[in-house]
C-alpha cells in the first residue's frame, strides 16, 4: 500500500478534530454539553462550540420557547446534559425539557404552592447508570432521579436532607436556604447557603454532603471555634452563634478536581453594617478560602475585606484560569468583587499574581465600632467599575442637578467609608460591580465581566429602646424593628429601590402568603424565622389594618439580640425621576486581560429607550446575569433592565446582534448542541428593576 503523507498543518488539523471525538466519533459531551452551573468546575462560563460564530450570530431566530405558568423571576443557569435541559420556575419547581425542542419531560414540586426565594439552578451526578438531580428548597437538598424527576428515597430522610445539618444547634429554627446550586467533586457536593444578615444570623459553615447517601461527610467552621486558625481575630464566644452569625458562601464555589481543590468566597458576617460585637479581622468573612475537596481542611485563604461593615460579600464564584505572566505558566483562580477589584491569585500556593496593597481607610465615628485601619487593594487588574465619584461625575442630564449637588456635598465619600449618622455614598453600590452573574473567562485568560455603575447611600441610627417603642401598637412594634428599613416606616416602600410598598396589601395577598413569606422570604428577601407566635400574628394584623391591640399585647415571644445602631435602608442615589444621580455609563461590559492585568475594552451595556430618543448616547443600565462565551467569537448576554438579549463579538466589543425577550433574562443564558445544532437559552422571568413579569425560557439557534 502506498503511504500517504500530509501536510503538517492538515495533521495537525485532523489530529485537533480527533481531540474533541470519542472513540464512536461522536463529539465529547463536555464541548455539546452545559454540564454544570455556569458551564463547568471551573465557573468560566465558556463553550467549545463554533457553529454559532461571528459571521453568522446575526442569522439566529428563535427554535422554541418553553412556559412554566409561572411566573415571576427567575435567576436559573440551566443545565443540559444528554439532550436534556434541567431547569427551576420561578417558585422553585424543577424541570427537565427536551432540549431541541423545549416540550417538557417532567416538573417537580417539593412544596405544596411553591417557594418564594429565587434559585439559579441544579447539580447533575451520574455513575454507571444512575444520575440524579439535586437542588435545593427550602432549607433542604433534595436528590431526583434524572429520568423520572422523581426523589431518590435512599438519599437523606426520603429523598432529602436538611441544610442545617452540620451547622448547630443554634440554627435550628433560623433563616436558612440555598440560592446557588452546589458544587461536586467525586461522590461529595458543597452546598452555598443563604442566611439572615442580621444579628439572628446561623453560622456560615462550608458543608459537604455525600451525594448517594445525604450523610454529612465534613464541616468547615468559617466563624472558627477554639484551637481552630483564625479563632483570635473575634471575640473569644463569638462561635457560640449568639450574637453573630453568617460569614457564608451564598454566591457559589469552583473546584479544580484534578488537584482536589475547592475554592470557596465568603460573605461578610451579620450584622452587616455594624461590627461592634465583633472587634477583630474577622477571619473567615469575606475571603477566598482553599479546602482540601475531600476533607474540608484549609490550604490557603485571603481575606478580601477585612471586618466588614459595608456588606461586601464576595458576590459570585471564582474562575479557575490558566494565564501566563513573565513567560510563566499559572494556574490561578481569579475573584470578581462588588467592589470593581479582581484579585488573581496562584491556585496552589494562594501567592498573588499582582501585588496587593493595605491602604489605610477612615475611622468610623461610631463610638463602638472598631473598624479595621487598612484594607486590602489589588494593583492591578484596572477596576472595572467607577470606585471614585467627583462633583464632575453628577448626572449632567439629570433635571435635578443642582439639589444631586447639594446631596453629594452633605455626604461622606469614599470607597470604605464607615457609615455613620451622616448619610454616606457607597460606589459601587451594594449591588456591585460585579454580581451574583459572575465573570466569563477564555482560556486565553480574557475575563469578561459585566457591572453595575449604581450609587447608593446610607448611614445608621440608634436602634429604638424599648421606652421608644411603648406609644406603639404590637404590630407597629415588630414591623418598626424589622420591616421598616426597606419598606419605609410608612409602608410605602421603596420601588426604586426594588422594595413594594406594604400599603393595602391585604387586597392584593391572602394572610397565609403573606405569613410564609414572612417566614420563608422571597426573592432577595430573607425569611424573619425570631418573628414567630403572636408577635406574627399582631405584624398580619397591623399590614391588613385589623389588628386588635388588647389581644396582640400580650405577646411573651423571645427577642433577639439587640444591636445599638440600625441600618436606615438601601436607598439608591437617584433624581425625581428615577435614574442614576452619577453620570454615565451605568451599566458596563469589560473585557480584561489577566495575562497583563490590563483592559482590552470597555463597552456600555443597556439603554433608556426613553433617553436615547431625546439624543442622548446609550448610558446603560443596571444589570444582573452574567455572559457566555464561545469558541465561535462571541460573548451573549442578556441581563439588563432594557429586556435585550445580546451578542457580541468577544476581541473587540462591538455588538453584532440583539433582540428583546419577552421578559427581561436576569439569568446566564447557556449554550449546548443537540443533534449537530447549537443553541443558546436563556431564563425571562423579569419582575426585578420594576420589569414586566415573564414564565419562559426562550432558545435560539440558526435557521
Not at 464607615?418 to 486565553?444: H, Q, S, Y
Not at 463597552?603 to 443600565?621: D, R, S, V
Request: aromatic share 10%.
Amino acid at each position: 500500500m502506498k503511504k500517504i503523507f500530509l501536510p503538517a498543518i492538515v495533521l495537525m488539523a485532523v489530529l485537533l478534530v480527533s481531540a474533541r471525538l470519542t472513540n464512536n466519533g461522536k463529539k465529547k459531551s463536555s464541548d455539546v454539553d452545559w454540564p454544570e452551573y455556569l458551564g463547568g468546575s471551573d465557573r468560566n462560563h465558556y463553550s467549545a462550540l463554533t457553529q454559532i460564530n461571528t459571521s453568522n450570530v446575526g442569522q439566529i431566530t428563535k427554535a422554541w420557547e418553553y412556559h412554566s405558568l409561572d411566573s415571576g423571576q427567575v435567576q436559573c443557569n440551566p443545565i443540559i446534559v444528554n439532550g436534556t435541559l434541567y431547569g427551576v420556575t420561578a417558585t422553585n419547581q424543577v424541570f427537565a425539557l427536551d432540549a431541541a425542542t423545549g416540550k417538557e419531560k417532567w416538573k417537580f414540586a417539593a412544596g405544596k404552592g411553591g417557594g418564594l426565594n429565587t434559585n439559579r439552578g441544579v447539580t447533575y451526578w451520574t455513575s454507571g447508570s444512575e444520575s440524579r438531580i439535586l437542588y435545593a428548597y427550602d432549607s433542604w437538598l433534595y436528590a431526583l432521579d434524572a429520568n423520572s424527576g422523581k426523589p431518590i428515597k435512599s438519599f437523606g430522610e426520603d429523598g432529602r436532607v436538611s441544610l442545617k445539618k452540620g451547622l448547630g444547634e443554634t440554627a435550628k429554627d433560623k433563616f436558612v436556604i440555598s440560592n446557588t446550586p452546589g458544587t461536586l467533586f467525586e461522590d461529595l457536593i458543597m452546598m452555598p447557603l443563604r442566611l439572615s444578615e442580621g444579628p439572628d444570623a446561623a453560622p456560615g459553615n462550608i458543608q459537604a454532603f455525600n451525594v448517594r447517601t445525604g450523610e454529612l461527610a465534613w464541616v468547615f467552621h468559617t466563624i472558627p471555634h477554639p484551637g481552630e486558625f483564625g479563632y483570635n481575630t473575634w471575640p473569644k464566644d463569638v462561635y457560640k452563634n449568639t450574637e453573630v452569625g453568617a460569614a457564608n458562601n451564598w454566591a457559589g464555589m469552583a473546584v479544580d478536581k484534578k488537584r482536589g481543590i475547592l475554592f470557596v468566597p465568603t460573605g461578610s458576617a451579620g450584622f452587616d453594617f455594624y461590627g461592634g460585637n465583633r472587634a477583630g479581622q474577622n477571619l473567615f468573612a469575606n475571603s477566598l478560602l482553599a479546602l482540601n475537596a475531600r476533607t474540608g481542611k484549609r490550604i490557603w485563604h485571603f481575606q478580601l475585606v477585612h471586618h466588614d461593615i459595608w456588606d461586601r460579600d464576595i458576590p459570585a464564584p471564582p474562575n479557575l484560569i490558566t494565564i501566563k505572566k513573565d513567560g510563566k505558566t499559572i494556574d490561578a483562580v481569579a475573584q470578581v468583587t462588588k467592589a470593581g477589584f479582581v484579585y488573581v491569585f496562584d491556585r496552589v500556593t494562594g501567592k498573588p499574581v499582582y501585588p496587593i496593597n493595605e491602604i489605610a481607610v477612615p475611622k468610623s465615628d461610631i463610638p463602638e465600632e472598631k473598624s479595621w485601619p487598612t484594607q486590602p487593594v489589588p494593583t492591578l487588574p484596572k477596576p472595572y467599575a467607577r470606585t471614585t465619584f467627583t462633583e464632575s461625575d453628577i448626572n449632567p442630564h439629570s433635571v435635578d442637578h443642582d439639589s444631586l449637588l447639594t446631596v453629594y456635598r452633605k455626604a461622606n465619600k469614599g470607597m470604605f467609608h464607615p457609615f455613620g449618622k451622616t448619610p454616606t455614598i457607597i460606589l459601587p453600590g451594594f449591588d456591585g460591580g460585579a454580581e451574583w452573574g459572575g465573570a466569563a473567562v477564555d482560556p486565553d485568560g480574557i475575563m469578561y465581566v459585566n457591572a453595575n455603575e449604581m450609587p447608593w447611600i446610607a448611614s445608621l441610627s440608634n436602634t429604638p429602646k424599648d421606652d421608644e417603642l411603648s406609644n406603639l401598637s404590637p404590630g407597629q412594634r415588630v414591623y418598626t424593628l424589622n420591616c421598616a428599613v426597606c419598606h419605609s416606616p410608612e409602608r410605602k416602600g421603596n420601588p426604586r429601590s426594588g422594595y413594594p410598598s406594604l400599603i393595602d396589601i391585604g387586597q392584593r395577598r391572602e394572610r397565609d402568603y403573606v405569613s410564609k413569606l414572612i417566614t420563608s422570604g422571597k426573592g432577595m428577601m430573607p425569611g424573619f424565622t425570631s418573628i414567630t407566635g403572636t408577635e406574627k400574628q399582631a405584624l398580619i394584623a397591623f399590614l391588613f389594618g385589623d389588628e386588635k391591640v388588647e389581644v396582640a399585647s400580650e405577646s411573651k415571644d423571645k427577642k433577639g439580640p439587640f444591636v445599638p445602631y440600625k441600618f436606615n435602608g438601601y436607598n439608591k442615589f437617584l433624581d425625581s425621576k428615577g435614574y442614576p444621580a452619577i453620570s454615565p455609563p451605568w451599566g458596563t461590559l469589560t473585557a480584561i486581560d489577566l495575562n497583563t492585568g490590563k483592559h482590552v475594552w470597555q463597552k456600555t451595556l443597556g439603554e433608556f429607550k426613553e433617553l436615547t430618543a431625546k439624543g442622548i448616547a446609550p448610558t446603560g443600565t443596571e444589570n444582573y446575569g452574567g455572559p457566555v462565551i464561545t469558541a465561535g467569537g462571541l460573548l451573549f448576554i442578556a441581563a439588563t433592565k432594557d429586556g435585550m438579549f445580546r451578542a457580541f463579538d468577544k476581541k473587540t466589543g462591538e455588538l453584532l446582534w440583539q433582540t428583546e425577550l419577552p421578559a427581561a433574562g436576569f439569568a446566564t443564558p447557556s449554550t449546548y448542541e443537540v443533534n449537530g445544532k447549537q443553541y443558546i437559552v436563556v431564563a425571562c422571568g423579569g419582575t426585578k428593576l420594576g420589569t414586566k413579569k415573564g414564565d419562559s425560557y426562550v432558545a435560539f439557534a440558526l435557521p
